[in-house]
């Protein structure tokens, strides 16, 4: 039951690294990172089409990725 928690681990955070990396950048350099998430935040564009399937992806590929983890961590103790 551990190592198989332990691979689903892995396959999740190669699952989690992929989907980031597929997904394009918002804006670019330090400016861009500042202002960036305020426009990302309180913009009234919203993602569509790839971006937005990519999106909802990552928030539920790093859920599981957390869920699991504090799972492991518990069984492994």
């Not at 681990?9 to 989690?16: A, E, K, P, R, T």
């Not at 400016?31 to 305020?38: P, V």
Request: net charge positive; glycine share 12%.
């Amino acid at each position: 039951m551990e190592m198989f928690l332990q691979i689903l681990l892995v396959i999740f955070s190669i699952g989690l690294i992929a989907v980031v990396l597929l997904q394009k950048g918002k804006s670019a350099g330090l400016s861009g990172a500042i202002s960036g998430g305020a426009e990302h935040l309180f913009g009234k564009t919203k993602a569509r089409g790839m971006d937005l399937v990519l999106q909802r992806l990552t928030v539920g590929i790093a859920a599981g990725f957390f869920i699991l983890a504090i799972v492991v961590a518990v069984i492994v103790k």
